[in-house]
């Protein structure tokens, strides 16, 4: 079973940075569409940004060009790096992961999912 431990959330000021971290065990990171969810108090999850096997990565709008995401292989490791944040990035952000046999989504669909850990951003 899948089991995704995540690290690195905390709080900062806006226009600062987070890098989230996302331990994978059990299985290989770079086998699996690996993808970043957040969710705010009474939103919806969404999905922020997602990476393909072959390393591909797609972003949410309302990250582009601040947030990158990308895998250690050697560390089975995931990451989200974070920048330019703004109030509106305040949420719970959860590691994902999905089956390559489909192919990766920002819908909340057929993911198995980390605890999460809380990014908070103050004005």
């Known amino acids: 079973q899948v089991q995704l431990v995540e690290s690195g959330g905390g709080s900062v000021q806006a226009g600062g940075s987070l890098r989230l971290s996302c331990a994978a065990s059990?299985?290989?990171?770079?086998?699996?569409?690996m993808a970043w969810f957040r969710q705010a108090p009474g939103k919806e999850r969404e999905g922020v940004a997602t990476?393909?096997?072959?390393?591909?990565?797609s972003y949410a709008d309302s990250v582009k060009g601040r947030f990158t995401i990308s895998r250690d292989d050697a560390k089975n490791t995931l990451f989200l790096q974070m920048d330019s944040l703004t109030p509106e990035d305040t949420a719970m952000y959860y590691c994902?992961?999905?089956?390559?046999?489909?192919?990766?989504?920002?819908?909340?669909?057929?993911?198995?999912w980390g605890q999460g850990t809380q990014v908070t951003v103050s004005s």
């Open positions: 059990a299985y290989t990171v770079s086998n699996y569409c």
């Open positions: 994902a992961a999905r089956s390559a046999v489909w192919a990766c989504t920002l819908r909340n669909e057929l993911y198995s």
């Open positions: 990476i393909t096997t072959a390393g591909r990565t």
